[in-house]
């Protein structure tokens, strides 16, 4: 491959918190796997829609999709203008790494990872044997991906990627990832209604796409199906090792880690001005292939090292661009809480929440909502 799993996908960086979202995730996802789906992700008539998907069926006859395949496949599927609108409202933003690891490696993320992996030790343990990835490095990307399997997202693939093809503006990419995801269901590895994901198509706990499912996902319960979807992370953990293991990763080498930390002999990188520098191996590169992005690899690479029981990263970040630590941003975010002006949590990162609270605050002092973060406004909330 060529391209990473998700930057292909998506053309963001990590998560979509690339985010994975992408709450909990880095980025945005659909909604959780328990939740019901927002009102614009869900099937409205489209006239233009049906044509072409009726187009498309000779097409996906020609591809070897049976036409029993393809009947059962749409049933109940149709155009999801959400998906339309969050495809092209992508916004191209960059995140601090320090911000990015207070997300990827935070108190519930690495307290949930160590759970998670304590509760599928003998898997791991299994899946590591067998393919030569590190367990926690396994574990750390099911954590950004979707929390653990809290988050896999509730689309219907088959809406979602007939809705992007349909769309044009990633239409051969995404016709193809509906003709994978058909022929997903016509090898009988899962059902329609179990064929979700989030809405750019990406499923089950690691988030993998239809095609990079066709290419590396593995049966290891041994159970006939190579099911990403169900409750039972086994062959999703496995499918991710398979995957980092076929791009390259080389066993019991380290990822890296930061300089002055342990870290292995390697590559320097100082993703941040001002901020930790760390040695990275070949192995940090082959995370890169899961989504290509620094923060993302050092985000799974770190996260990965916490749930093995290291400590948080040493070195100190620089102020941000108004001249607050990540200490001050806590502070602030704290004190507009407890003045009234929820801010969602207080994890140091000025998000839209922070941003939302701040603005509200500054109207209610008579300043112009600005929704930027200030050692003056921290100094005005006391």
Known sequence: MTLSRRTTLLGLGAFGLSACATGGTLGPRASTTSGGLPADLRPVSNAAYDAWVAGFRSRALARGISPGTLSSAFRGTGYLPGVVKRDRNQTEFSRTLEDYLAIAASDERVSKG??????????????????????????????????????????PVISATSTLAFDGRRGVFFEKQLIAALKILQSGDTTPAMLKGSWAGAMGHTQFIPTSYQAFAVDFNGDGRRDIWSDNPADSLASTAAYLARNGWTKGRKWGGEIGNGAPQGRMLQPQAGGPRFNVTSNFNVI???????????????????????????????????????????????RLTARGFDTGGSDGVIGPNSRKAISAYQSSIGQQPTGDPSANLLRSLG
Do not use: M
Not at 116 to 135: C, I, K, P, Q, W
Not at 295 to 300: K, L, P, Q, T, W
């Open 114 to 155: 160590r759970a998670a992996f304590a509760r599928h030790r003998s898997t791991l343990a299994a899946v590591e044997e067998r393919y030569g990835v590190d367990a926690e490095i396994v574990t750390a990307v099911w954590g950004l991906e979707s929390f653990y399997g809290e988050r896999r997202g509730d689309v």
């Open 288 to 334: 890169k292939r899961y989504n290509n992005s620094d923060s993302y690899a050092i985000g799974v690479g770190h996260l990965a090292d916490r749930i093995a029981g290291g400590g948080p990263i040493r070195a100190s970040f620089p102020p941000d661009k108004y001249g607050l630590t990540k200490d001050d941003r806590v502070r602030l975010q704290q």
